[in-house]
């Protein structure tokens, strides 16, 4: 599976066939994505490679830890270490023609959703954001594939 920023120049693969997304509703995620949430996955490193633009990333890091990599000429966001683990945090919309079976498997933070964010949404819901091993062990699943 591969994937790339709004202009091509970062672009990365997953060593995947079938990939599991959540969606963040917190406001962190909804002013990095400019919109309702944040679709993403996350990938284990071993996983996840960069094949160009490294050389273009720039970082912004929030105190709490929250970081945002994006591609210096387009601005997209893109993939990044998901803080000191041994995972990528990869936005969903940057993957290209991911597999139809793809499907968002979980909605979290819900405590603080946009309210004009559309609901009756089909899926595992979460009020807060739950443990990492939690949302790891449903992304990774074979539950959902």
């Not at 890091?61 to 929250?66: A, D, I, P, T």
């Not at 139809?100 to 009756?120: D, E, Q, R, T, Y």
């Not at 899926?123 to 807060?128: A, K, R």
Request: glycine share 6%.
């Amino acid at each position: 599976m591969f994937g790339n920023c709004l202009c091509g120049k970062v672009s990365f693969e997953i060593d995947r066939k079938n990939i599991k997304l959540y969606q963040c509703h917190c406001s962190l995620c909804r002013k990095q994505s400019g919109s309702y949430s944040n679709a993403a996955t996350i990938v284990e490193n071993e996983k996840f490679r960069f094949l160009t633009g490294n050389e273009l990333i720039n970082s912004w890091v929030k105190e709490s830890g929250f970081r945002s990599d994006f591609c210096s000429d387009c601005g997209s966001p893109v993939p990044n270490p998901l803080r000191n683990t041994n995972f990528y945090w990869v936005p969903a919309g940057l993957i290209e023609n991911p597999n139809p079976s793809s499907k968002v498997i979980l909605h979290l933070c819900l405590n603080s959703k946009a309210s004009w964010a559309p609901f009756g949404l089909n899926t595992e819901n979460h009020e807060e954001l739950p443990s990492l091993t939690y949302l790891l062990e449903r992304l990774n699943s074979e539950e959902n594939a």
